[in-house]
């Protein structure tokens, strides 16, 4: 631990997660908006569903932690959504039975404490095409449909607005995108640095639409050591010094 303590931002979930800082990944654009604001903690696990989730979720999130997360984003569904394997094997959950891990989920994140929030991003579609063609020989049987993802992230949906929890509806966000199928995606699944600025720019809208107290978008939060420097670089007049705290002239995409 490394100070001065920061709220924390943990983001929780399968590949989508575990991905966030690869391609220009909706992590690392979010770790660069919250720098010297928030820390950013990542628990993804590739290949994961909700029943695996909730096996760790005391060891991910114990109660009894002396610093409890200030946001934590959570993902799962893509996995959980997929079509049952003839063996049983898999990471195919029944829908009523993912719904209720997500349940637990969210019961679990805000029992940690009065000021934890939550956002939860439900299942994005998927290029059947891609997703169809890529297999490799590597895996047997694979069923992907977006009506299954569709399905999994309406109940998503439906169980946040029942449990007062802030859910991004990715499914659509995506689909605003006349080539979503191309541009957000690697291989069909996974995020691109395209799909990536969407699933941001979702996540923004909810941290400044939410009444939170205190708000956690990135505008309404304390820059640290943001005080005024005789170190910093020197004016052209060469009587004071310009504080470089709030840049974000750098960013390729200069967030609301």
């Excluded at 349940?103 to 998927?126: G, M, Y």
């Excluded at 505008?219 to 005024?228: A, N």
Aim: aromatic share 10%.
């Amino acid at each position: 631990m490394v100070g001065p303590s920061r709220p924390q931002f943990v983001f929780f979930g399968s590949s989508i997660v575990q991905l966030c800082f690869s391609h220009g990944g909706w992590g690392s654009i979010l770790s660069d908006i919250y720098s010297r604001k928030a820390d950013i903690l990542l628990r993804g696990y590739y290949g994961w569903n909700s029943r695996r989730a909730i096996q760790v979720l005391d060891q991910v999130f114990p109660k009894e932690a002396p610093v409890q997360p200030s946001l934590v984003i959570v993902y799962f569904g893509g996995n959980d959504s997929m079509g049952p394997h003839s063996s049983g094997l898999g990471p195919h959950v029944p829908l009523n039975e993912y719904i209720e891990n997500m349940r637990k989920i969210a019961i679990h994140l805000k029992s940690l404490s009065d000021t934890t929030r939550i956002i939860f991003l439900s299942c994005p579609p998927v290029d059947e095409t891609r997703v169809g063609s890529g297999l490799s020989g590597v895996f047997s049987e694979l069923i992907r449909t977006n009506e299954l993802c569709q399905n999994y992230s309406n109940a998503c949906i439906k169980l946040c607005q029942e449990m007062g929890v802030e859910v991004v509806d990715l499914f659509s966000a995506f689909q605003k995108r006349d080539d979503w199928t191309k541009a957000c995606f690697t291989d069909g699944v996974h995020l691109s640095a395209e799909g990536s600025k969407i699933v941001v720019e979702e996540i923004l809208k909810v941290l400044r639409e939410a009444e939170w107290v205190p708000s956690l978008h990135w505008k309404s939060m304390p820059t640290e050591f943001s005080e005024d420097s005789p170190y910093y670089l020197v004016t052209a007049d060469g009587k004071r010094t310009l504080n470089p705290s709030e840049w974000t002239f750098h960013r390729e995409v200069h967030w609301d």
